[in-house]
């Protein structure tokens, strides 16, 4: 297993910042850093994601990755921004081209079986399982490790700290969890409260 995707596995839950102001994004970084999360997925939907992804990625406490990639040159300046890994909710061969020699990890989206060997095929070294809730939930998870029991799945959309132990339950590796904690009207309405309670949710989870 890559040692990204190993730390991943460690944090079990990789908060997915995706926000329409840069802004918002940023202060849901630093609430959810005050609770204790250290990994974050930063969109490419933020606008100027590099830019964010360059200042998290000087703070040696945290794992900071990009999300939503849709290209090779987006690859590339989330690469030299210092992102440790790249996620895309499709098959991509480019961001593993791109990851590998920075040694960054690269985690491409697949939600069939056949989609699941392409990603792998594709040089990924996790498979994100997108839209997980409406592909089947825990149970399609279960049915994906029967028949590749050593590949990581990492599970996202409509995943929250309620539905994430069914998940690792049925053999996720870790799971990204986007608008159930880092939602984008708790932030404008600068709710720091809400949001630190739905991270402290996340966290139980860490420590179950």
């Given at each position: ?10 944090a ?11 802004e ?6 630093t ?17 100027d ?10 703070e ?8 939503t990639?849709?290209?090779k ?5 989330c690469?030299a921004?210092g ?6 909710p499709?098959?991509d061969a480019?961001?593993?081209e ?7 990890a ?11 060997r ?9 498979v ?9 939930g825990?149970g399609?998870?279960?049915?994906l490790?029967?028949?590749f029991?050593?590949v990581?799945f990492?599970p996202?959309?409509g995943v929250?700290a309620?539905?994430?132990p ?17 939602d984008?009207g708790?932030l404008a ?20």
């Amino acid at each position: 297993m890559h040692p990204i995707i190993e730390r991943l596995a460690a944090a079990r839950i990789v908060p997915v910042v995706r926000t329409t102001r840069p802004e918002l994004a940023e202060r849901a970084v630093t609430w959810l850093r005050e609770t204790g999360l250290t990994v974050f997925e930063i969109t490419m939907t933020v606008p100027d994601a590099p830019g964010l992804i360059r200042r998290l990625a000087q703070e040696p406490d945290l794992l900071v990755g990009a999300g939503t990639v849709p290209d090779k040159e987006a690859a590339e300046a989330c690469i030299a921004a210092g992102a440790r890994f790249l996620v895309a909710p499709w098959v991509d061969a480019a961001l593993a081209e791109v990851a590998r020699p920075a040694g960054a990890a690269t985690l491409l989206g697949a939600m069939t079986p056949t989609e699941v060997r392409a990603a792998l095929a594709a040089g990924a070294d996790a498979v994100k399982i997108f839209p997980a809730s409406s592909a089947g939930g825990p149970g399609h998870i279960k049915a994906l490790r029967s028949v590749f029991p050593g590949v990581p799945f990492c599970p996202t959309g409509g995943v929250d700290a309620r539905t994430a132990p069914d998940y690792f339950a049925a053999g996720a590796a870790f799971v990204g969890i986007g608008g159930k904690l880092v939602d984008e009207g708790l932030l404008a309405r600068n709710d720091r409260a809400a949001i630190e309670a739905a991270a402290r949710d996340v966290l139980g989870l860490m420590q179950a």
